[in-house]
Every structure is written in C-alpha cells, then in structure tokens.
C-alpha cells in the first residue's frame, strides 16, 4: 500500500533551519572559561548537548549551587544574542521549503526557544513568508518542546506529520505526537547519537523531497 501524503511538515529551528550550532558553543564555552571549567570542542559539544538543557549544564560542569541555572540561563541568552549576528539559515533549507510549498505541504516551526526570541529570528533570516506558522515556549529555560508538540497535535487532530530535527529530543517528541520524524546530522547532535533514535537521517535537505509520503 502506497503511504498516506503528508499533510504538515514541522521543522525544528536551532541546528535544523538555523546553523547556530558555533554560537551556541561559544556561548556556553565563554560562561565555562569564565568559571574555570573545561571549555567544549564541536565534537565535544555534539556528543554531550541535550534536553532538557539544565541537565546539559550539569553535565558540562556548571555547579547549581553556586548558580541556579534560573542564574545562568539569562547570561547565556545575552552572550548568544551577540554570538548569533553572524548565524544564518543552513544550506538548502531555503530551497526544500519552496519546493515542499509548491507540493502542497503545510510548513511551521516548533521550537523550544522562547517565542518572542524564535519570532524575532525567524523575521530577522527572512523566513515569515516561508512558513505559514511557529511555535515557541513561554519560558529561556529550554526544557523541551514536547508540551507544546501534543498542543498543536491537540489543534490538528487529523494531520499527516513529518517532523524534522537534528535531536533524539525531536525523535522522541515526534514518537509522542504520532508523527513521523527525520533527523538532520548537521546540526547539535553527532550523527551516532542520532542512529540510536532508528529514524531515517539526511545529509542535505534535498533529501526530504524524496521521502516516501511527499506528494512528487
């Protein structure tokens, strides 16, 4: 049997549409210098980013103790704001969306970064009209999206999903709104840390117009 067409493609936005990943490491690497901390290589940095981000900052050495994370969240925001001016919409990302649009494909961004920052950023690269919604959290505390992902299955009970992320948080937030979901190995994440999850992985964003269940 032929698989249903997908009616919605949600693109998850930090490491999928947006290449931050540099920002976002040096951004933490210069809170960890500036505590005496071991400051994190890409590789590093890809083997050990998670959500929810607090247990990240632990593992990566912050003491809560000293600093709540509620502490620590803010001054990564402020640091990752000036790091991102040079950030920008990876590489065929552009293209894919036009071509899944002329498909018929319904697109939105979810994302766990707060709404007013991912509104912001998705009007500062250009992206409002490339999208036909996005969906932030309320909160910079970056636990997750998983809440809000069974909101919006909650607001479109009958939609075909494809959800596309570049985390096993997204593998797992897809399996918990009954979509299915491809992994981006460019982004936060190693692509072994990926393989674990069992979902297919791409390399180019080319390969989503190939994938069984878009309307050719």
């Given at each position: ?10 693109w998850d936005f930090n490491g999928t549409v947006y290449d931050d990943l540099e920002a976002c490491r040096r951004s933490v690497n210069r809170m960890l210098a500036e505590r005496g901390l ?5 590789e590093d940095y890809r083997e050990v980013f998670d959500f929810p981000v607090k247990d990240y900052y632990a593992r990566v050495g912050f003491d809560f103790d000293r600093e709540p994370f ?147």
């Open positions: 049997m032929e698989k249903q067409l997908y009616t919605h493609l949600l071991p400051v994190l290589s890409v509620e502490v620590l969240a803010p001054i990564w925001v402020a640091l990752y704001g000036e790091a991102s001016r040079e950030s920008r919409v990876f590489e065929g990302v552009r293209e894919a969306m036009a071509r899944l649009r002329e498909r018929g494909i319904r697109q939105e961004i979810l994302s766990a970064t707060e709404a007013t920052m991912l509104r912001r950023q998705v009007s500062e690269l250009g992206l409002d009209e490339a999208v036909d919604a996005v969906w932030g959290t309320g909160t910079i505390h970056a636990a997750g999206k998983e809440s809000l992902a069974l909101a919006w299955r909650e607001a479109h009970p009958r939609a075909r999903v494809l959800f596309v992320g570049d985390t096993t948080h997204d593998a797992a937030v897809a399996a918990a709104m009954g979509a299915d979901c491809v992994l981006f190995d460019g982004g936060h994440m190693s692509r072994t840390r990926l393989q674990a999850c069992g979902c297919p992985i791409i390399h180019a964003f080319s390969e989503l117009l190939d994938l069984p269940g878009i309307r050719r």
